[in-house]
Nanobody, 115 residues
Framework: QVQLVESGGGSVQAGGSLTLSCAAS????????DAWYRQAPGRQRELVAR???????HYADSVKGRCTISRANGGGTVTLQMNRLNPEDTAVYYCHFNGFGKDYWGEGTLVTVSS
């Protein structure tokens, strides 16, 4: 069974930084596309950042220049570095791996940014 375990969520003051990490277990996902999504209360889940299996990166306009997505551990871990956070970044963040007709989601980690 594939499991994605997220860590690094928590509370931070506006202007601060936070790094989220997602570790995959149960399968080799190194050839998958990886992404971070977030969902704020009353909002639809939205893409924050994506990194393809061949290392092409995409960022939502709302976080471009403030976030960096990267891989580690041979592709089994994906991280999201977030800088200059503001209260609008408050959301539950989910990691996502997809490829070969399959996709996997983490259970989410809460990021709260206070003013």
């Amino acid at each position: 069974q594939v499991q994605l375990v997220e860590s690094g969520g928590g509370s931070v003051q506006a202007g601060g930084s936070l790094t989220l990490s997602c570790a995959a277990s149960g399968s080799n996902l190194s050839f998958y596309n990886d992404a971070w999504y977030r969902q704020a209360p009353g909002r639809q889940r939205e893409l924050v950042a994506r990194i393809t299996f061949d290392d092409f990166r995409h960022y939502a306009d709302s976080v471009k220049g403030r976030c960096t997505i990267s891989r580690a551990n041979g592709g089994g871990t994906v991280t999201l570095q977030m800088n200059r956070l503001n209260p609008e970044d408050t959301a539950v963040y989910y990691c996502h791996f997809n490829g070969f007709g399959k996709d996997y989601w983490g259970e989410g980690t809460l990021v709260t940014v206070s003013s």
